[in-house]
Structures are given as C-alpha cells and as structure tokens.
T-cell receptor
C-alpha cells in the first residue's frame, strides 16, 4: 500500500490561499488520491479526489503532477472555519470493490484572524 | 433523514464489560467500516463488511466482534472492554460504483473504559 507523507501542521491567516502537499512515492497505477477534512469531534468528510492533472470543486482544487508521486490540496481564501485536520489518502481498489483507505496523522491547519 | 448515525454518542464503561456500538445508514451502501481514532493519531480500520453476512478484519481487530444481519446496520461489540479500547469510534459506509469511491463517516462514539 502506498504510504503518504504530509506536514504535521500548518498555519495561515484568513483570506490567504493554503497549499498542503502530500508525497506518495509508491503510488500504484490503480490508486486514486483522496483528501478528507476532519473537524474536532466529527468524522472525516470527503473534500476532493483525483487521479491525475487537476481537479476543482466548490471547496478546493487538487493538483497532481504527471508522475503522480505527490499531490497538492489548494484551499482558496481560507476562513477560520477551515481550521481542521486534512488527510491525504491513496486508496487501493481491493478486488471485490472498495478502496482500502489508510489514514495517516494528517496535517493540522490552523487559520488565524 | 438520510445519512449515517451512530449510537450512543458517548459511553463510559468498566473493564471487562461488554459494550456494543451501533451504526445505521440509510443509503443502502453495500460497504460499511469501523475505525478507531486515538488522540493525535489518524484512523485505524477495525473491521469492514462488503455486504450483509460478509465481514472481514481490518488493521486492529483484536478484542472486537462485528455482525451484519441487515445491510443498514453494522454493530461493533467489545466483548470484554479494556482500557486500551478507550477511543473514538467512527463508522463509515461506501458504495463502490467503480474506482475511487468515497467513504461517508458517522459522527463518532466516544468510549471511555475505566
């Protein structure tokens, strides 16, 4: 299973763009890259998922270079409510059909006024 | 309302007691999962189920038992609770429609074993 490495913590200020980079050197051909967000006392929440190039939704953008050995989650103009832990996961589609997700410690993002 | 719910949300028990955590989802998702999250750590998979009556071990299954008689329910039982099982437990579900499906998590159950 591909292992991911991401910064333990990051600090930002309201209105800034935040980029969290995750490395996954051993990513396999079939693996997707998924990011989850977790607020205190809540379960993780899906943010965005991609396979290659760029994916954008109403919450974030995900940039994946051609070699797929890393990915960057971009949060535009963060607010205080974006303070959370962000997990980068590389999912393996197990035969029989689900993504076995390995959660690391995540990146703790603190947004300051 | 549709979604995934867990009960109880908080539980205090004593060492050696049996505890059952409930998980219910209304999406008819085929896959369901139990994770535990310890302070300062990510989530670790305990058990998962691909469908009713089909369950399998995850990363940390020792001390836990699961069953899935109905698609919508996936209870987790601690047969004889230990202090090391003090944790936050999350249930999740997913419906693989192909590669890259996502998991949807419940609100969690905080368990304290004294």
């Amino acid at each position: 299973l591909a292992k991911t490495t991401q910064p333990i913590s990051m600090d930002s200020y309201e209105g800034q763009e935040v980029n969290i980079t995750c490395s996954h050197n051993n990513i396999a051909t079939n693996d997707y890259i998924t990011w989850y967000q977790q607020f205190p006392s809540q379960g993780p929440r899906f943010i965005i998922q991609g396979y290659k190039t760029k994916v954008t939704n109403e919450v974030a953008s995900l940039f994946i270079p051609a070699d797929r050995k890393s990915s960057t989650l971009s949060l535009p103009r963060v607010s205080l409510s974006d303070t959370a832990v962000y997990y980068c996961l590389v999912g393996v589609l197990i035969s029989g059909g689900y993504n076995k997700l390995i959660f690391g410690a995540g990146t703790r993002l603190a947004v300051h006024p | 309302d549709a979604g995934i719910t867990q009960s109880p949300r908080y539980k205090i028990t004593e060492t050696g007691r049996q505890v059952t955590l409930m998980c219910h989802q209304t999406w008819s998702h085929s896959y369901m999962f139990w994770y535990r999250q310890d302070l300062g750590h990510g989530l670790r998979l305990i058990y998962y189920s691909a469908a009713a009556d089909i369950t399998d071990k995850g990363e940390v299954p020792d001390g836990y038992v699961v069953s899935r008689s109905k698609t919508e329910n996936f209870p987790l039982t601690l047969e004889s609770a230990t202090r090391s099982q003090t944790s936050v437990y999350f249930c999740a579900s997913s419906d693989p429609g192909g590669r890259g499906e996502t998991q949807y998590f419940g609100p969690g159950t905080r368990l304290l074993v004294l």
